[in-house]
């Protein structure tokens, strides 16, 4: 009988989450789903020193803002709880007890000077250290004494000195490495803890793991990983190792280097939906030309085959194109909804309609953050270069932004309901009478409504959205400051 597909997402609460570790979740969580098996979330917190305050919170934040929901975990127990690796603290020991006695592991009482020293020989040599294997060959009576004595030690893995190990992985194929190459990890801390690498094996197999995703630096782990479920006898899972995620440049992303984060993203202005979107892509292609996927049709088209070993770029631009995508494809209260909390903090003037000025946004925004810089000219005129009056293909020069704006004077004023439909029929009527073409009056009173070369929206939403009066005062401006120029010339 086939075994339930069950993956799992195991991040360490060492720092804020990554793109590499959403993608991580995401092909873990799209995997589960596509086979109808379940996806668990294992907090793995052994080397309590680098642990993050809030990390665990983050990780909690992001899962559920991205929509993917664990079967099983801390938050929401499971049939193989604790999910905190802290929390399973007993559970390790005993079967790294188990690989001594059956030969496969080994008490290390080295202390750290001695270890210290033999790195210190290694880098002078320009070798890469690896334990000298020095407790191997302590008597049985030896260890008990100083296990008697509650000297602090270590328990590590003792690997074949010949031969080779073979493992395959979906992405990378079959892998065989030298036993020689292989260090004697370390298992067991001395503060009894597991390390990473013993308690990821010993998690998976009780926890009924069938599928392994995470990145590709732990490739050379894996050799390590696979003599252990042999030592115990135990199914392999399979491995699904991804690729590194790097710059366009083809340099690693960093954080410390300023390259964003989940977090950071959102902060910027990037939908969740397109930025998971655009994730699942990296590494990953579906086997058509569809580019646009919701979560709901990832877990029906992603296939493991179908992952690359190729590094993907993660392209910022290319985010942009996905995010502008999304925004385009909500409807106007689902974008004003959005749009809402950047358009309170940048329209400052009173009376102004933001669900209007969000219509004139939506198909100009590539992510939300942009909104402020398009609207800033609603709260106040500017003291504007006039020369923006000036369009060639406009056919407009100061004289006849002058005129038309004179012009447009009077039947605005006259205008009773002030509108988006009056103020075009008003105005293109004005334009017909005129014999001047629509550019002639539009775009002048664009710039002077404005004072902005480029607004998201032409005269007459922006007339529509400012109000009469105010309308009619920059209008007012505008004229004054054109009769000047064209006085002086
Ligand atoms: N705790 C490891 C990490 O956050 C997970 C590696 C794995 O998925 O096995 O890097």
Redesign the pocket.
């Known amino acids: 009988m086939q075994r339930q597909v069950r993956t799992?997402?195991?991040?360490?609460p060492?720092g804020y989450v990554h793109i590499g570790?959403l993608r991580?979740a995401l092909y873990e969580y799209l995997i589960a789903r596509s086979h109808g098996g379940k996806f668990i979330l294992r907090i793995?917190d052994t080397d309590q020193e680098r642990l993050v305050e809030g990390a665990v919170e983050a990780i909690y934040r992001t899962l559920k803002l991205c929509g993917m929901q664990h079967d099983e975990g801390p938050d929401i127990g499971g049939p193989y709880a604790p999910y905190v690796q802290s929390e399973r603290k007993g559970t390790y020991k005993p079967f790294a007890e188990e690989l001594v006695q059956k030969g496969h592991a080994y008490y290390c009482f080295c202390s750290k000077e001695r270890l210290d020293q033999l790195r210190a020989d290694a880098d002078a040599k320009g070798e890469t250290f690896m334990y000298d294997r020095h407790c191997l060959g302590l008597s049985k009576e030896e260890i008990q004494k100083k296990l008697d004595a509650g000297e602090p030690y270590v328990i590590r893995q003792k690997m074949p000195r010949e031969g080779t190990t073979t493992f395959d992985d979906t992405v990378y194929g079959s892998i065989t490495v030298e036993n020689a190459m292989l260090e004697d990890q370390i298992l067991l801390k001395s503060d009894g803890l597991p390390t990473?690498n013993f308690a990821?094996v010993i998690d998976?197999h009780l926890m009924g793991i069938t599928h392994?995703?995470?990145?590709s630096?732990?490739l050379s782990s894996t050799p390590k990983y696979n003599l252990l479920y042999q030592a115990f006898g135990w199914e392999i899972p399979t491995y699904i190792h991804l690729p590194l995620i790097v710059k366009p440049d083809g340099s690693k992303i960093s954080k410390r280097k300023g390259d964003a984060g989940f977090a950071d993203l959102i902060q910027m202005g990037y939908l969740v939906e397109a930025l998971l979107n655009y994730i699942a892509l990296l590494g990953w292609s579906p086997d058509s030309n569809q580019e646009i996927f919701s979560l709901t049709e990832l877990e029906k088209a992603f296939d493991i085959k179908r992952i690359s070993k190729s590094p993907s770029a993660f392209d910022m631009e290319k985010l942009k194109w996905f995010n502008a995508e999304y925004i385009r494809a909500k409807t106007p209260e689902q974008f004003y909804e959005l749009a809402l909390p950047y358009l309170k903090e940048a329209v400052t003037a009173q009376g102004i309609d933001l669900f209007k000025v969000s219509r004139l946004l939506q198909d100009r925004t590539e992510v939300l953050t942009d909104i402020p810089s398009k609207v800033g000219f609603l709260n106040e005129l500017c003291d504007y270069d006039l020369n923006i009056y000036v369009h060639k293909k406009m056919k407009t020069t100061f004289e006849n932004s002058l005129d038309s704006l004179k012009a447009a004077v009077p039947v605005l004023e006259a205008l009773e309901n002030w509108n988006e439909q009056e103020l075009h029929e008003k105005l293109l009527a004005l334009v017909e009478t005129l014999g001047i073409k629509n550019g002639q009056m539009l775009w002048p009173i664009r710039t002077a409504i404005s004072g902005w070369e480029v607004t998201p929206g032409g005269a007459i939403e922006i007339a529509d959205i400012l109000g009469k009066a105010e309308t009619l005062r920059r209008i007012g401006v505008g004229i004054e400051r054109l009769e000047k120029v064209v006085q002086s010339a």
């Open positions: 799992r997402y195991a991040p360490s060492t570790n991580t793995e990473y990821n998976d392994v995703v995470r990145g630096e732990y």
